[in-house]
């Protein structure tokens, strides 16, 4: 067979909170997952064994080796359908690493779909047990590019049809924040869910409700990485920007704006003040 190409989106926590914690150390979580068209890339082609190969911008530091999460997941997927073939697995890396945008759970769903298709089986529902052991962002992932109410430890999901046409700005001052640490300094598990989604909202009230919401894990994050509250006050700062926040656990922040044009105009400012920072307009998908 050829080979086969897709697309990883960056996943943006446009609201995170967390509502608990289980006995065996799972975080609860409530949170609306959207995806932008920002992206890094796998490709898959034929190979006796499994095989991987990161290249892109942010290479630096990924592993080849089965620790990897793709690798993970492709070896998930060999032995749930009995695959004897193999895949060389080539992904460019074009998001940051530990960004809070989800990247190798995004790649790791990309290559679960891919290699579906690529080794001709029928492909793991998001809530199978070999996806849900990948990683609580990887079954939302799952879906992409829907945007989804994400519950419980991620394994909770349902889709969002009504969120209106939007872009984001999003800025990375370039620090890595590991989650675990962050979740470490997290003081208080249990909050407040999220106020229910209305159907039907126009972009300026899909802002005013998004203003409301939380994510839980901004307080931690901000005093492990204080460049964070840099971002968010920069982007607030920007007249177009209608809502400001943390995606994940960071240290990638987003600024809400009406559509791809004042995205632009936005990363331009910033990328012209912080010119050491990644800084991307993209669309929600």
């Known amino acids: 067979m ?11 926590n446009l609201t995170l909170h967390v509502t608990g914690r289980r006995d065996d150390g799972y975080h609860i979580l ?5 995806f932008a068209n920002v992206n890094d890339v796998l490709t898959v082609g034929p190979s006796p064994n499994l095989a991987l190969s990161v290249s892109g911008p942010f290479s630096a530091g990924v592993p080849t080796d089965s620790s990897n999460i793709v690798l993970k997941a492709a070896q998930a997927l060999k032995t749930a359908r009995g695959v004897r073939a193999g895949a060389a697995i080539a992904l ?5 690493n530990a960004a809070g945008l989800g990247g190798g759970s995004s790649d790791a769903a990309a ?3 891919l290699l579906a298709n690529f080794w001709n089986v029928p492909p793991l529902a998001a809530n ?4 849900l052991a990948l990683g609580a962002d990887v079954p939302v992932c799952m879906t992409s590019p829907n945007v ?3 519950r ?3 394994d909770e999901l349902s889709r969002v049809p009504s969120v209106p046409t939007c872009a984001v700005v999003l800025v990375n001052p370039m620090i890595s924040v590991p989650t675990a640490e962050i979740f470490r300094a997290l003081k208080v598990y249990q909050n407040d869910r999220m106020d229910p989604y209305p159907e039907g909202l126009d972009f300026d009230g899909f802002s005013t409700w998004l203003s409301n919401q939380r994510n839980d894990l901004l307080a931690p994050a901000a005093t492990l990485a204080p460049k ?10 920007m007249p177009k920007v209608t809502v400001a926040g943390m995606s994940g656990s960071g240290a990638t922040c987003f600024g809400l704006v009406r559509s791809m044009a004042d995205a632009r105009q936005v990363a331009r400012a910033l990328q012209v003040s912080e010119m050491s920072w990644w800084v991307v307009p993209a669309e929600i998908l």
């Open 2 to 12: 050829t080979s086969l190409k897709a697309n990883a989106p960056a996943k943006v």
């Open 30 to 34: 409530d949170s609306l997952v959207a």
């Open 92 to 96: 460019e890396k074009h998001l940051p």
């Open 111 to 113: 290559a679960l779909h």
């Open 128 to 131: 199978a047990p070999e996806v």
């Open 148 to 150: 989804m109410h994400m």
């Open 152 to 154: 419980g430890i991620g």
């Open 228 to 237: 964070i509250t840099l971002a968010i006050k920069k982007l607030e700062a």
